[in-house]
């Protein structure tokens, strides 16, 4: 399902309403956004992902937030579930840092460090946050390329 919406509410009734009965659902989950918690390893990535029928998974350009990485793609960034890409499986999935996974903090997670930064920011590791309420559409680090959702 692409496309531009107004809200967050608005991509949830579109996506999880019937449109042919107005008030049932298309599914007994009910919530579009109720996903489970992230942990940085060692939990089933299939579920989460599973459930991201409609929003694309996007890589970033270096020092790019998400929300000009999915309106470059004529979408908006999906905020309440990036926590759901906050996850070092599903980050070294999508991304080429197949080496360390390490907890950063900052609103530019999840990301990878891209292969030119400084050799102190571990270059070509994949990066994630134990706090998931800085999670951010908003963004960037000069040295880093984020994993976004859109929709």
């Known amino acids: 399902?692409?496309?531009?919406?107004?809200?967050?509410?608005?991509?949830?009734a579109g996506r999880c309403k019937s449109v042919v009965h107005e008030n049932a659902y298309l599914s007994d989950f009910h919530h579009c956004?109720?996903?489970p918690s992230n942990s940085s390893a060692g939990t089933d990535t299939n579920l989460p992902e599973a459930r991201l029928?409609?929003?694309n998974v996007v890589v970033g350009r270096q020092g790019e937030?998400?929300?000009s990485a999915c309106k470059s793609r004529g979408q908006s960034c999906v905020p309440n579930i990036l926590s759901v890409l906050n996850n070092c499986d599903i980050i070294q999935k999508h991304m080429s840092c197949k080496g360390a996974c390490l907890a950063s903090?900052?609103?530019?997670?999840?990301a990878e460090v891209v292969h030119n930064a400084p050799k102190h920011?571990?270059?070509g590791s994949c990066l994630y946050t134990q706090t998931q309420s800085i999670l951010s559409c908003g963004g960037s680090h000069q040295h880093t390329r984020r994993l976004c959702l859109c929709a």
């Not at 399902?1 to 949830?12: I, K, L, P, R």
């Not at 903090?105 to 999840?110: A, F, N, T, Y």
């Open 1 to 12: 399902m692409a496309g531009t919406y107004a809200s967050v509410f608005e991509y949830c």
């Open 33 to 35: 956004f109720s996903l």
């Open 53 to 55: 029928n409609g929003i």
């Open 65 to 67: 937030a998400c929300d």
């Open 105 to 110: 903090v900052g609103p530019d997670k999840p």
């Open 121 to 123: 920011m571990n270059p």
